[in-house]
Structures are given as structure tokens and as C-alpha cells.
């Protein structure tokens, strides 16, 4: 590559002896890779933007999905204009979900900074959310929740299972919201949720397929809402997320939309790709084909 590809590394993740032998092996099979270690969160943006002033024509997040997510808002900002870098991922988390939408190989390392300093971009859509970016899954309701009170140090130790294994402890004493969708030119659709997600991508909450019909190169979001009902459980809604469009769902509500927005009688727990918002009304909309993401061959 002419310019110069910058690998935006989650501070936490430098020191990882896996991380370092990754890096030096990329460089020496001849890329020309410049680090850089943001200190926090909203260094993450400057960091990107400096990247871009010093000629970088792709720029890679390193980390878990928070990280990509950050970087992939800083390069798209307010969405008005879509951004002439291109974005590699290098996933460092503890799910790594959208690495696995995306299929890298998440246990290989040297293989994903290869794949995303070498590899072809392509354009990809970019989910909105109250002028907020995210490119995988915004978790709604109570997976959100889940997600916002799970321990750290749980989360190392379980992986993904850290997610189930406080979902079971939680969901006896769990208040569903009740609320409605409102669709431009539709009758709103009023109901009580316990779990929603908005994907852009298929997977959330540590390796579960939350949106199994989105995809990141058709313009539109995904919404799948398990409705609150007596007698549900997680065998059921598991069934029903196999053929989500099937009109006899009895738990699942799944459609596909350009915009919508989610109004809650209470403030809705939002995990926008990692990082957690709580709002009463949440607007979603979609950049078509706005971003151009490095995804394996």
C-alpha cells in the first residue's frame, strides 16, 4: 500500500505478548504498519484524525467492540460525507461479535492484522442511532443491562458465557418495558419488551445470532424484539430466531427497516456496539454503503 495503514491499539491490549508477536510478524512480511495507543476513550477520536492528517489511507481498530465502534464513528462523524479511509478490524475483546459477523478468525491474531492491513475493502452500511454511528448491534432492554452490571473480571474469566450466566441470575426480577415502534407512514406498534436488538450485523451479547437476516450491504437495519408473554422461554425463542419472518411467532417480533424509532414508557437501556446509552426515544436510520470495511476474501 502506498500510504501509510495505522493500527489504533486499545491501550489495554499494547502490552499482550500475542498482540506483540502479531504486529512484528505483519511488519516484517513487509507492511508498513505505524502503531498508535490512545491513553482513553475520547483520545480515540484525536488519535483517528491525526491518523488521517498524517496520510493514512486505512486505518485498523484494535480491540473489542467499544474500540472498532469508536473508531469507526470517528471516521464517519456526522455522516454527511462518506469517509475516503478505509477501516480494518483487529479484534482484541472478550466476544469479538462483530469480528464473527464479519467471519475473521478471531483466534488467530497474525491472521487478522494480515487480512486487515492486505485485504480489499468493501462499502458497508452504518446503523444510526439519536446521530450516534454504530456498524454492528445496538442491544435494547434487558441485554443491555446484562451487559452494562456484568463484572469485568467475570467477563475475562467466562467470555461470552459471562453474558448468559448473568442473564439467568437477573431475569426473574427483570420489569419489561412497555413502549412502541413508529415507523414514517405506519401505525405505531405498541407492545412490552424484554430483549431488543438493531443489527447492522448478526451477532451480540457474546456470540448470539440476535439478527440472523441482517446484512451490512443492504440498506436497512434489522429490529428483533422478544415481546414480554407469559410462559416464554429461552428454547422457544431460539426456535422462532431460526425463521424469524414466520407469521405464527408467538414471542418474536423481526422486520426490516430504513428508519424507525423505539419510544419507552422508561428509559430504555442501550448497548450501542459496547458502549451503554439510556434514553426514553431512540431514532435509527441507516447510511447506505457509507463505509468501506476490510472483510476477508
Given at each position: 500500500?502506498?500510504?501509510?495503514?495505522?493500527?489504533?491499539?486499545?491501550r489495554?491490549?499494547?502490552?499482550?505478548?500475542?498482540?506483540?508477536?502479531a504486529?512484528k510478524?505483519?511488519?516484517?512480511s513487509?507492511v508498513?504498519?505505524?502503531?498508535r495507543?490512545?491513553?482513553?476513550?475520547?483520545d480515540?477520536?484525536?488519535?483517528?484524525?491525526?491518523?488521517?492528517?498524517?496520510?493514512?489511507?486505512?486505518v485498523?481498530?484494535?480491540?473489542?467492540?467499544g474500540?472498532?465502534?469508536?473508531?469507526?464513528?470517528?471516521?464517519?462523524?456526522?455522516g454527511?460525507?462518506?469517509?475516503r479511509?478505509?477501516?480494518?478490524?483487529?479484534?482484541?475483546?472478550?466476544?469479538?461479535?462483530?469480528?464473527?459477523?464479519?467471519?475473521?478468525?478471531?483466534?488467530?491474531?497474525?491472521?487478522?492484522?494480515?487480512?486487515?492491513?492486505?485485504?480489499?475493502a468493501?462499502?458497508?452500511?452504518?446503523?444510526?442511532?439519536n446521530?450516534?454511528?454504530?456498524i454492528?448491534?445496538?442491544?435494547?432492554?434487558?441485554?443491555?443491562?446484562v451487559?452494562?452490571?456484568?463484572p469485568?473480571?467475570?467477563?475475562?474469566?467466562?467470555?461470552g458465557?459471562?453474558?448468559?450466566l448473568m442473564?439467568?441470575?437477573?431475569?426473574?426480577?427483570?420489569?419489561?418495558y412497555?413502549?412502541r415502534?413508529?415507523?414514517?407512514?405506519?401505525?405505531?406498534?405498541?407492545?412490552?419488551?424484554?430483549i431488543?436488538?438493531v443489527?447492522?450485523n448478526?451477532?451480540?451479547?457474546?456470540?448470539?445470532?440476535?439478527?440472523?437476516?441482517?446484512?451490512?450491504t443492504?440498506?436497512?437495519?434489522?429490529?428483533a424484539?422478544?415481546?414480554?408473554?407469559t410462559?416464554i422461554?429461552?428454547?422457544?425463542?431460539?426456535?422462532?430466531?431460526?425463521?424469524?419472518?414466520?407469521?405464527?411467532?408467538?414471542?418474536?417480533?423481526?422486520?426490516?427497516?430504513?428508519?424507525?424509532?423505539?419510544?419507552?414508557?422508561?428509559p430504555?437501556?442501550?448497548?450501542?456496539?459496547?458502549?451503554?446509552?439510556?434514553?426514553?426515544s431512540?431514532r435509527?436510520?441507516?447510511?447506505?454503503?457509507h463505509?468501506?470495511?476490510?472483510?476477508?476474501?
Open positions: 500500500m502506498s500510504e501509510t495503514t495505522t493500527l489504533i491499539l486499545h489495554k491490549s499494547a502490552d499482550r505478548p500475542e498482540v506483540k508477536a504486529v510478524a505483519v511488519i516484517k513487509g508498513k504498519l505505524r502503531v495507543i490512545p491513553w482513553n476513550k475520547k480515540k477520536a484525536i488519535v483517528v484524525k491525526e491518523a488521517i492528517e498524517a496520510g493514512a489511507s486505512r485498523i481498530a484494535g480491540g473489542g467492540d474500540t472498532i465502534n469508536a473508531v469507526a464513528d470517528a471516521l464517519v462523524g456526522k454527511k460525507k462518506a469517509p479511509v478505509e477501516l480494518g478490524i483487529l479484534p482484541l475483546g472478550t466476544a469479538n461479535d462483530f469480528a464473527r459477523g464479519c467471519g475473521l478468525p478471531s483466534d488467530n491474531l497474525e491472521e487478522c492484522l494480515r487480512i486487515a492491513c492486505t485485504g480489499t468493501q462499502a458497508v452500511d452504518v446503523g444510526r442511532m446521530k450516534r454511528n454504530f454492528n448491534v445496538a442491544s435494547l432492554g434487558f441485554g443491555a443491562e451487559t452494562a452490571t456484568t469485568q473480571d467475570l467477563k475475562k474469566k467466562l467470555g458465557g459471562a453474558y448468559t442473564g439467568l441470575a437477573k431475569v426473574r426480577n427483570f420489569q419489561p412497555a413502549g415502534v413508529l415507523v414514517p407512514g405506519k401505525e405505531p406498534i405498541e407492545g412490552a419488551m424484554l431488543a436488538a443489527g447492522n448478526r451477532f451480540a451479547g457474546g456470540g448470539f445470532e440476535v439478527a440472523p437476516k441482517a446484512s451490512m443492504d440498506g436497512l437495519l434489522d429490529l424484539v422478544i415481546n414480554h408473554a410462559g422461554n429461552l428454547a422457544a425463542v431460539l426456535g422462532e430466531l431460526k425463521d424469524p419472518f414466520n407469521e405464527n411467532n408467538r414471542y418474536l417480533l423481526y422486520r426490516q427497516w430504513e428508519e424507525f424509532t423505539l419510544e419507552s414508557d422508561t430504555l437501556h442501550c448497548n450501542l456496539d459496547g458502549e451503554p446509552v439510556s434514553k426514553r431512540l435509527f436510520s441507516v447510511l447506505r454503503r463505509l468501506r470495511l476490510v472483510m476477508p476474501s
